[in-house]
C-alpha cells in the first residue's frame, strides 16, 4: 500500500532546532527508507508566510494569504511511502526526524 | 443442545480463522452467519465433533461463493484480479482440522486488531466485544447507552479503516509486544469499569474478565495480563456486597464481606505475587492488584492494612501518574493521617482543575469533610457529585448522604 507521510510542526519549533543536525538526519532517514525500498518521493514545503490559499464560490476565485487554516502546528512536507502494511507506515512515520517535536499524519493513498 | 451456547464459545475463534483466511472482516462475518443458519438445520441432532472446524469449512465456502457474487457485478478485469486473489486464498489444500486448529493464534490476531491503537478507544472497545466477545450489535448499544444504529454505524467505521488503512491482521512482532498489550488491556479495562457501574447484568464485566483469561492463557507469564486479570477478579469479587437488596451501593467499609466471592478472591489472590515479579519495575495493574488483594484480605474494615495501601499508591504514583491515582492516594492516606492532612490533598489537587467534571472528587471531598463535621461544605460537596454522577446507584447514594447530613 501507499501511504502519505505529512508532517506537521510549529514553524516556531523547527526555528529552534539545530538546523545542521535536522538536516543531516533527514538525510539519514531519507537514504535509509530509499534503500529499504519504501521511498517513493518526498518534498520539503516553503513556510506558511509564502503561501497563498484559492477557493471558487459562485464561479469566482478567491485568493487569500496564508494556509487554509491557521493552526499551531502547519504542513511543512510529505514523504510518499510503499509499505506493507499501517504497522510498517506508523514504525517509518516514528522515524521522520520531525516526529520528535512535531507529528506525523499518516494518510493511506486511495487505491486507483 | 443449545445452539447459542455452542456459537459464542465457538464464533469468536471461527471468525477469527475466517477473516485469515478471506482476508475481508465483513466477508468473514457473512460467512460465518451463514454457516451458523446452516449449522441451525444441519446440526438438528447434535453438533459435528469439532464445531469450529465446520463452521470454518463452511463459512469459508459461502464467503467465497459471496465474493463470487460480488465481482459478477464488477467488470471483467476486476474478475480476473479478484480470481486470483481467491485461488491464492483457497489454493493451499490444508485439510480443514489443521485450518481450525490455527484458532488460538488466530484469536490473538484477531484481538489485536481490534485493539489495534490507530482506532479509537471506543471502537476498539465495541469491535472486541462485538468480534471476540460475540455480543450481538444491540447489546453492545446498549451497554455504551447509545442507540443500535450509532453503534452500527461505529463498527462499519472501525471496519472500513482496517481495511482502508492497512490495519494488518497480525500479532504484533515481540519489540512492540509490551505496548500493544498494553493498548488490549486498556480497552478491557474500559470494558470492565463500563461494566462496574453503569451495567447492573453485570454482562460486561464478565466479558472483561473471559478476555482477560483469554489474554493470559494466550499470552501465558504477562505481568501486565495476570495484573490486569488480577485486579478484575479482586474487585468483581465484592460486586453481590456493593448493591443493597434495593440496589443502592454500599460502601466498602458496609459491605457484608461473607457475600464477597472467595473463589475469585482466591484466584485474583495467586496471581497477585507473579504479577508484581514478572517485570521491573511491575506493570501498574499488578500494583492496583496488589491493592485490591489487601482490601479483599481484611476480614473486617478495621483489619485493612492502610499504611501498605498508601505505599502501594505512592509506588503507583511513580508508575503511571494520573490525577485519578492521586486522588485514591489521598483518599487512603486519610485513615492513615486522618481526613485534614487527605483533604488538602484533594483541594490541590481540585485547584489543579484536572479531574473537572468527575464524580469521585467531590465525593471524596465530600466524605472527608462529613468525618471532620463539617456538614455544611460535606453537603454542598455532595449536591456538586450528584449533579456530575453518571449512574442511578451513585446518584441514589448521593442524595441519602445528603439526606443524612440535613
Redesign the interface.
Known sequence: MQYLLLIYSAESDDANQDGAKMMADYGVFTQGIVQSGNFKSADRLRPVADATTVRVRDGKTLTTDGPFAETREQLGGYYLIEAKNLDEAIGIAAKVPTAKHGSIEVRPIFAM | MDLEDVYRRHGAEALATLIRLVGDFDLAEEGLQEAFAAAAIAWKSEPPANPRAWLVTVGRRRALDQLRRRIAFRNRQDVLTAEAAIDRQAAPEEADEAVAAFGDDDLLRLIFTCC?P?LSLEAQVALTLRTVCQLPTDAVARAFLVSEETMAQRLVRAKAKIR?????Y?T?PPE?LAERIDGVLAAIYLVYTEGYAGDPARSLAAEAIGLARRLDALLAGRGAIQGLLALLLLTEARRAARYDAGGDLVLLEDQDRARWDAGMIAEGLALVAPALTADTPPSPYAVQAAIAALHDQAAAPADTDWRQIVGLYAVLMRLAPSPVIELNHAAALSFVDGPQAALLRIEALAARGQLAGYDALPAARADLLRRLARADEARAAYAEALALARHEPERRFFRRRLAELS
Open positions: 489495534h490507530a482502508a488503512a492497512g490495519i494488518p497480525e504484533p512492540r
